[in-house]
């Protein structure tokens, strides 16, 4: 790929290089623009019209997600349980996903269904979303005890 304007070895300039850098570290578009001493809305510009941005920052995305998914698989094996949970949603997410989806496939027309079978149909659906809308409010009623939470205590002000 074409090298825009820096000396760069890898591509792109020496910006573009140290803009990707910054956000694969820190994940934010804002603070990678402040770290690579750059307008915020210049990355978007690369995006549009430089290839060699476009797929160094895809690079830098993949890069930040590996680095916040290692820093929260640390947390959930130091016994914070919100990592923990995140963790097995995406490992297992058919076990741990917090919404059900029904498919329902009918080959005709759901005007065709007898009246009785529609009303019914609503009936089912309205308490599957009653227990779906049940359960979340059970798991917001969890004890505390089953939580983790990190507080940071600040230093007196005098």
Request: proline share 4%; glycine share 6%.
């Amino acid at each position: 790929m074409q090298n825009r304007g820096g000396s760069g070895a890898l591509g792109g300039s020496a910006p573009q290089q140290s803009r990707a850098s910054a956000f694969s570290r820190c994940g934010s578009i804002s603070t990678a623009a402040k770290r690579a001493r750059i307008d915020r809305r210049t990355h978007y510009n690369w995006l549009k019209e430089d290839p060699w941005y476009v797929e160094a920052y895809k690079q830098s995305v993949q890069q930040a997600g590996d680095a916040l998914e290692d820093k929260l698989n640390e947390l959930a094996h130091d016994g914070n349980v919100t990592a923990a949970i995140f963790l097995l949603k995406g490992l297992r997410p058919n076990k741990y996903r917090e919404r059900s989806q029904v498919d329902v496939k009918y080959p005709k027309k759901i005007d065709d269904l007898p009246e009785e079978l529609l009303d019914d149909f609503i009936e089912q659906f309205a308490a599957l979303a009653d227990a779906q809308e049940k359960q979340k409010e059970l798991e917001a009623q969890k004890p505390a005890a089953e939580q983790t939470v990190d507080v940071k205590a600040e230093e007196p002000k005098e």
